[in-house]
Every structure is written in C-alpha cells, then in structure tokens.
C-alpha cells in the first residue's frame, strides 16, 4: 500500500494522542501542514511550542477548513458537538477519523452532522500512557501498538484504505471490526481492569490514616501498578464509562459473579478451587505473550521501571 | 550497625526468593557456608548449579544442621510442618526467619516448633518477580525494596538487630511492625490487587471464544498489567489467601461496596461521582511517587517493557 499523503491535516484537540500523531506524521513526511484546534490559550501556545502543529486555532470550523484529513481527539462526550461545530467549514472530500476509546456512541454522534457520513470512519489507537496534553506527546507512541478501526456498512473503503495506510506508516498494526464489537472487547481488556484500579485505590483513599501512609510505603507489590492505572485522565475515563455503559456493565456483572465465588472459596477454606483458578490465569498470560502484547522479562533492580509483583515465597521444598 | 555474619545459613526452600537472597548474601560475603533444602532432586541440582549453595539435602533437620540463621523460604501453609521436621538439628541459639506473605499466621505456626521461640523473627521481602524456582533468583532483588520484620512482644531485640543489619547490607530499607498490622496492609496493598487480577483474567477465560482470542490481541490497554500479576505462583497465592482470610475478607467486603456504587454511577450516568473519585485517584498516585515506590515514566516503544495504559483521547479541546 503507498503512503497516503495528506495536504492539510486538522488536530481537533491536541492533548496525547493527536500530538503523537501529528509528531508521528510529520516525522514520517504524511502531512503538508498541520492545523491544531484547542479551546485552551495555554494549550495552543504550548502545541506550537513544542511543533506539534505549524498553526492553531479555537475554532473548529476555522481548523478544518481546506483540510483534506480531520482527527477529532477530543473527549468523547463532546465529539458531536464538535462535529456540528466543525461542519460549517469542512471540505465536503475530508476523510474524518477519530482516536477516542469508545466507538458505537462516537459513530452514532459524529456521522449526522457531517456533509458526507461514508468519509467517516472510527479509530482507536490502543496505545497510551498515564499522562496527558501535548507535553505528553512523543512521536513513536503508536509504533508496534494495535489501532482498530470501525467502518460501518456504508463507509467508503477507499477513506478506510487511507487510514490503514496512515496508522501501518507510523507504526500500528490495524484492524477493522464493528462498533459494538470493538466495545465489547474493551470493556473487558481496558475499561473493567480500569474500574478495578480506580476502585481499590479510592477504597484505600479511604482507610485510617496510619493504615494508608503504609500502603503508600509497600505498594509494590501490586498496588503500583493499579495506582499508575488508576492516574489516567479522569475526563476522559469519566467518558469512557458514561458512553460504553452497556458493554461495561455487562462486564462488572461477570466479574462481580466470579469474585463473590472466590470471596466464598477464601471463606471456606476451599483450596482447590483458588489454585485451579491461578493455574488457568497462568496460562492466559502465556496467550497475551504469544499474541506479542506483553514481553517475558527479568527485572533489573538498577531498572526504574522494573516494579515486580507477586512478592513472596516461591521456595520448592 | 557492623555487618552481620553468619557461619552457616540453612535456605529451607530455595526459589525465588531465597535463591536470591542467598546470592545476594554470598556477593556481600555475609555468609560463609550456605545449605539449601529442598523436597525436590531437580531443585536442589539446579540450585547447585546456580551456585545458590554449597551444600544441598531433602532433610531440614541435616540442612540446619550447625546453622546460626534458618530461613524459611517455603510455602506459609507448610510452614509450620517444616519447623516440626528441622527442630531435631536446630542450634537452640540459631536466629529462625522466613520470607512469606503473611506473617500472623506464620508467627503462630513456627514458634511452639522452636527450642527458643524468641529467637524466630517474622519477616516479609517486599520484592519478587512473576518468575518462580531458583532460575528466577538474582542477587539484586532486593535492592531498594521494602523489607518488613514483624518482632513479637518477647522477641530478641539482638536477633532482630541482626537481620536489620543482614536486609540493609543486601540493599532492602528494613521497617517493624506487628504482624497482625502486617497482614491488613498487605491484603490492600497487594492481596486484594491480585485477587483482582486473577478474577478479571479469569472472567476472560470465560467469554467465547471469538472475543477471547481479541482479548488477547488488544491487552494493551490495562489488561497486560492484570495477566502479569495473575502469572503469580499458584501455590504460593492459594496460601496467602487461605492464611490471611480476615483481612483479605474485610478488605474485598470494602472493595465490593464500593465497586457497587461506581456500577450505579455508571448505570444511572452519574458522571459527577466518577469523575471525583478518579481525580482523588490520581492525586494518590502522587503520594505513591512521593513514597519512592514507583517511578514517573516517559515509554520509550524501543523499550520492549514499555506497555503504556491509559489510551485514548486525552485532548485539551
């Protein structure tokens, strides 16, 4: 497939992921010029700042116009009225896509207000970290992450053919699935493990005092990496929740079924059912290895990164 | 405090984390013989082989033997039947420690075994990895970690101060406390997390089989974290959970409240209760930063141990 090339690229907000991609897309030579929108003064100075984007503007009708690619990166709540915002200025051939973590509702609120619905097509680049806005960006952010796209029936294949292009070329590897099958996959890789972590860490906020200044001091073991979790961007999570509601919902009774039967097993002193269980998880993170999402590794305590878990008595007498 | 030195050090059970306390002992030249116990014929080859030992044998009693330290490092539920079984061959002045999980329990079953109870000194490495077996030992594991030591009221405060001094000198920063106050912050801290880990891994076992092998595809997003912590040794967690019922119990009863009401906010589009409990979260990730337990990171996606969370839209529109 040959690079796709875009004359004007418009960023509608300019926080993580936009930045990253319009780091990425510059650095790969994918766009002649790079308009950022942002509500935020501070916002716009810094984007331009750290060349994220060669102009910026509040406006989003503004931004888009003469644009021949539109990235909407904005908080999912807010995409429909970005999009009704935009409109008045978009060029009738603009490809839109967007990078949000929901897609039925982004679909479902974007495609009305735009001149042609089949040139939009959802996106989701699965990669991230904790931190937000455009000093967290970096341009090899989506390199060997997955990005999922979500064509609808009547999406036009050759804007799905342009984006697979653009994300293979800075790094991703991309799939195409439904909306709604896309939400249900999150719900449980992302969004469930998120609502766990957001919830023990606000059950420890609210321990005694003298109880939560240890766990601070011993949260190595497991609890770091909730808490590195649990710091990600409360607005956008906040969203995530409200506009996938059905397919986490769904999911919280699954694993609220499963954790009163290990609840009831710790109770009764049941053995054999917690070390079935462990030993089934075991070989579940030997498929995500497989699968090339995960490394084996051996930490290395010079390592700051290296956080291990699963602390304790491994001895085989 | 003067180095600690021991003639002779009997590793009853020498996995992880032995293995490498072992290692760490040998470099630092506190030790100057160490035997290894262990039930198994091949542990106890690969554990000479690594040069985790000089000696090794099937018997606790011949293995403490002349030793002036014991380290228990075997599973919590076998450790009151391995005290019974080395207190034929115990110097009746030897400092008995051991390295598990939980320690109330662990304090109860050790001691009556013990020609001197007061000499048997509880304590808990907070360090390890997903890796278990004396291949997974390394001499750094300890370094910058937390190690907890939980004296009784009738302990020998000399005894105490010696394995202070012996965790220091292998790079661990040494805190006291009851076990009893042990084993609630723990159960927080990193019982309750894997709980999690393995439930929610454990629920995706249960999908069918089309959104499982996409699960597996998509684990970026969270989900990674979760199947590393759900690697943990079986054995050792199953005992963990057995051996530190109350806590645990409590702290899943306060999970699950709260859980709930974060599924109602959900179900009921309470975005106002999500988005303060996920502010308050991210403030607590601070607190754990502060407390020198993690550490602020930038991935770097050369870096095979980068595997950011948090995606999606982080826009500042």
């Known amino acids: 497939m040959s690079r796709p090339s875009f004359q004007r690229v418009a ?19 994918l766009a002649g010029e790079i308009v950022a929108c942002a509500r935020r003064e501070e916002t716009r100075a810094r984007a331009l700042e750290l060349g994220l984007c060669d102009r910026a503007t509040a406006d989003p009708a503004d931004a888009v116009r ?49 001149p042609d619905p089949r040139l939009f097509v959802g996106g989701h680049p699965v990669a991230g970290t904790e931190h937000s806005g ?24 050759a804007a799905v053919a342009k984006l697979v292009a653009l994300w293979e070329t800075v790094g991703a590897k991309v799939d195409t699935m439904t909306p709604e099958h ?32 240890e766990v601070f001091k011993y949260a190595a ?19 995530v929740f409200l506009n996938n509601q059905e397919a986490v919902l769904e999911m919280i009774g699954r694993f609220m079924e499963d954790l009163v039967a290990l609840q009831r097993a710790i109770r009764w002193g049941q053995g054999d059912i917690l070390f079935d269980l462990f030993t089934r998880t075991r070989a579940i993170r030997r498929s995500v290895i497989q699968a090339g ?3 084996e590794r051996k930490p290395q305590l010079k390592d700051p990164e290296g956080e291990p878990d699963g602390e304790g008595v491994t001895g085989q007498l």
């Not at 300019?14 to 930045?19: A, K």
């Not at 967290?136 to 009547?154: H, K, S, Y």
Request: charged residues 20%; aromatic residues 4%.
């Open 11 to 29: 960023m509608i907000g300019i926080g993580l992921i936009n930045g990253s991609l319009a780091l990425a897309m510059r650095e790969a030579g």
């Open 66 to 114: 003469g644009a021949d690619l539109v990235v909407l990166g904005t908080p999912p709540a807010a995409l429909g009225e970005v999009a009704r915002a935009m409109a008045p200025g978009l060029d009738p051939a603009a490809i839109v896509t967007d990078v949000g973590s929901v897609k039925t509702m982004v679909v479902r609120e974007v495609r009305p207000h735009l």
């Open 134 to 157: 455009p000093d967290a960006a970096f341009g090899t952010l989506f390199q060997n992450r997955r990005c999922i796209l979500t064509p609808v029936e009547d999406t036009d294949p």
């Open 182 to 213: 896309h939400d249900r996959v999150l719900a449980i890789t992302s969004h469930l493990p998120h609502l766990c972590a957001y919830t023990i860490v606000g059950t420890v906020a609210d321990l005694e005092e003298q109880v939560q200044s």
């Open 221 to 239: 073991g497991g609890f770091t990496d909730f808490t590195r979790i649990a710091a990600s961007d409360p607005t956008m999570w906040r969203d």
């Open 293 to 295: 999402q995960a490394y």
